[in-house]
Nanobody, 124 residues
Framework: QVQLVESGGGLVPAGGSLRLSCAAS????????MAWFRQAPGKEREFVAA????????SYADSVKGRFFISRSNAKNPVYLQMNSLKPEDTAVYFC?????????????????WGQGTQVTVSS
């Protein structure tokens, strides 16, 4: 099994920045898409950003374009989410996810593994 663990969440003032990290443990895998989703209280899970296994081409939700940036670096922390110009509406639990055998997708149901989430709270 694959375990994904998010870190980097916290409390930040509006306009501030945070960088989330997702570390994978367990089996080694390749040819997978990685993504970030978020869920605010009383809201449905929302796609945020995705990146292929090879990096490069990325996909972002319209609500975060120009502010959030997803990247991959190494096996210990395969995906990052740099969040800039944070707004109170960005407040949510952020989840890391992996989709095996998929280049890139924004569909939650295609993701096979999920982390437990990290809380991001943006104050006004």
């Amino acid at each position: 099994q694959v375990q994904l663990v998010e870190s980097g969440g916290g409390l930040v003032p509006a306009g501030g920045s945070l960088r989330l990290s997702c570390a994978a443990s367990g089996r080694t895998f390749s040819n997978y898409a990685m993504a970030w989703f978020r869920q605010a209280p009383g809201k449905e899970r929302e796609f945020v950003a995705a990146i292929p296994w090879s990096g490069g081409r990325t996909s972002y939700a319209d609500s975060v374009k120009g502010r959030f940036f997803i990247s991959r670096s190494n096996a210990k922390n395969p995906v990052y989410l740099q969040m800039n110009s944070l707004k109170p509406e960005d407040t949510a639990v952020y989840f890391c996810a992996a989709a095996l055998g998929v280049v890139i997708t924004t569909t939650p149901n295609r993701y096979d593994f999920w982390g437990q989430g990290t809380q991001v709270t943006v104050s006004s």
